[in-house]
Every structure is written in C-alpha cells, then in structure tokens.
C-alpha cells in the first residue's frame, strides 16, 4: 500500500518558519522525485518545490525561492519543506507527492505525480 502522510502544518505569524514532514513507505520513497505542492482557498494547486531521488535536484516556484528548502532523508523516507520567512499569501494546504525519478516531464506538471498525501494546513497571520 503506497502511502503519503504529512505533518508539521499549523498556525504562526508573518515572517515565522515552520517544517513541514512527509513520510512516505519504502516503496513509494526509492527511487521516485518527491514535491510539494500547495492550494490557497479560491485557487487552483500550484507546484511549490521538488527533488530527485537520484541526485537530489531540487526546483523551487519562484514565489518561495529563497524562503524555502527542500530536502529528503532517505533513510527514513522522508521529504521535508523547510519554510521560513512565512508571508500570508503562504496560507495553502500543502500536499506532499511522488513520481517516479525517470519521468522526463516539468517538475510543476501536477499530472506527472503518482501519489499523493492527505494534505496539512498551514495557516500564516498577518
């Protein structure tokens, strides 16, 4: 059973950080890219970072470049956002998902990831 399930979402004020986990079974973890993606109220989801299982690559939105880091732990099948500088336009649910390391398509394609988390909200006062 392939499962995504992320934590760490909640709520902190303007220019705080948080860590957002994933953890993810041993089968979807090896050898697949893992992103991030998120959805704000009234807007469609948009790519928010990725990284390679291979040699671990990461690609950023240009709305969190800077801000954020993405990173994986292979040992315990987990991927990590790192978020800091947290603005309120930052407020989304944040969903981890994985697709496999080969696949030639844009990191952003939606489409392209296989699996999908539940979802954590992350919530940024003003």
């Known amino acids: 059973q392939v499962q995504l399930v992320e934590s760490g979402g909640g709520l902190v004020q303007a220019g705080g950080s948080l860590r957002l986990s994933c953890a993810a079974s041993?089968?979807?973890?090896?050898?697949?890219?893992m992103g991030w993606f998120r959805q704000a109220p009234g807007k469609e989801r948009e790519f928010v970072a990725a990284?390679?299982?291979?040699?671990?690559?990461?690609n950023y939105a240009d709305s969190v470049k800077g801000r954020f880091t993405i990173s994986r732990d292979n040992a315990k099948n987990t991927v990590y956002l790192q978020m800091a500088s947290l603005k309120p336009e930052d407020t989304a649910v944040y969903y981890c998902?994985?697709?496999?390391?080969?696949?030639?398509?844009?990191?952003?394609?939606?489409?392209?990831?296989?699996?999908w988390g539940q979802g954590t909200q992350v919530t940024v006062s003003s």
């Open positions: 041993e089968h979807t973890f090896s050898y697949y890219t």
């Open positions: 998902a994985a697709r496999p390391d080969s696949s030639p398509f844009s990191y952003t394609w939606q489409s392209t990831y296989n699996y």
């Open positions: 990284i390679t299982w291979t040699v671990g690559t990461t």
